[in-house]
């Protein structure tokens, strides 16, 4: 017999204590949109993936075969692993095994992964004052108690750091771990020099706190030099490193992966679901890069370079003199923008969107969600639209804040 749908099945008192009634995040997009976290769509190599992948397979259909009719290895595509861990070594200066490389459904999961195996809830951790929210937001689901790091344009103050990890601790509230996005930072596109890395890894093992270096936007550098890894200067085992295939190619691929001592990475690993990501996404990857990787990075740098070029231009003639301050990242997606005191352009964000910008509040990135340091500031992803909406954009930007008294 069937059920009327007045007598419609409730779920109201069977729920699990630690679900939330969490609504799907409906992104909505401005006709100029930096709001967003992808890089430049138009240097995404599609034919070049394809290729890659129609290549593995003519080339072994065999192999290719079994490896698409099992569930991937824990770890993920052993291609992969071994073309990762080489570029590890050329890139990024260390050396560590394909075994001792875990390949995760974006670098997303890697972070959840090693969240889970170093949280209890109440332990405090440490990051950048104002850092990347799907951190934030894993943090703390985790029952993080997430205090910021005080930054500047060079990013984590050493000093500061060792001060705040001093206090904390003789409070009683040892931290438990930093994570850092040490490389073209999420928000503010700064780049931590080799020095202040040196003097954050003495402060790291001064205190016996390990380090998560989330490496997601190294790829992305258009100019200056690129500075060695955390993971690069320290082989003790006191960093957790993490990083991405989804800025360097594109966030739809889904790969990502990490390193840590043996034991964190079993420790890790015990909260992953099932086996390693999509093989076909490996696959490709693991093709293209190898073959393709220089002559693609050369693709997208000048493409990079010159939409921040547009966009730094535009802040310059529309925001010049107006107080505000704004960084100049030598790579990654984002630019960070900081007005005035007064200015709160958290508040009127919704507004701006619908009159045609889009950007993302700084509030939001808020290590410590106290919802006061971020409102004068947002982050302006400088990657996703054309050089002339960049520059038309910012024009309009800078209209929307005088017509809402925010400059
Ligand atoms: C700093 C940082 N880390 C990690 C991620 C997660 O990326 P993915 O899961 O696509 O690798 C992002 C995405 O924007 C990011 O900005």
Redesign the pocket.
Known sequence: MATNMADSFSYDTLFSENSSDTPLNVVKHAKYDFAV?YPAPETLPMDGLIQALRTAVDSDSMKTAQGMAYYPHQLGSQELREYTSEKLTSDRGFTVGADEIALT???????GLVIQALTNPGDVVLAEEF??M??LNQLRRSGADIRGVAIDDGGIIPEALDEQIAELTANGSKPKYLYT?PEH??PTGSTLSAERRKAILDIAHKHRMPILE?D??VDLRFEGETQPAFRALDDSGIVVY?A????LLA?GL???YFTAAPEVMRRALGFKQGSGPNQFAAMAIEGFLRNNLDSHRDSFSPVLRAKRDAMVASLEENFGGSGAEWSTPEGGCYVWLTMPEGADIASIRDEVLEQGVGYVAGTNFEADASGRTGHNCARLCFAFESTQKNTEGIALLAQLFKQHGAM
């Open positions: 976290a459904n974006g670098s997303g999961e890697s972070i850092v990347y799907g951190t996005i930072q999420n989330d997601c936007y993490v991405s295939y989804s800025k966030p889904r790969l990502g």
